[in-house]
């Protein structure tokens, strides 16, 4: 009886790790969004930018990022523009 008891809290102890690793791991973006400043001549990578100090998105006609260098994948509303700073 003392054995099975021991078991079943290692095994508690075990599972509560586990959902521990999940709940407090915030998942990787591993997708590039990209962003144009000209309406599709010239396309930037912004993973590695900051907004409001990098680039900001100002009113628009267009999206200000995209998940491809294509004006067809716009990420978001598509009343904003891409603007370096």
């Not at 962003?35 to 599709?40: D, K, M, S, Y």
């Not at 100090?53 to 100002?58: A, K, R």
Request: charged letters at 15%; hydrophobic letters at 40%.
């Amino acid at each position: 009886m003392k054995i099975s008891i021991l078991n079943l809290l290692r095994g508690g102890v075990f599972s509560l790790a586990v959902v521990a690793a999940f709940a407090f791991t915030t998942p990787q973006n591993h997708t590039t969004t990209y962003a144009t400043p000209n309406g599709g001549t010239s396309w930037v990578i912004v993973d590695d930018l900051v907004i409001d100090e990098d680039y900001e998105c100002v009113p628009g006609n267009e999206a200000c990022t995209y998940s491809q260098p294509s004006m067809a994948h716009p990420i978001g509303n598509t009343d904003k523009k891409f603007r370096i700073l």
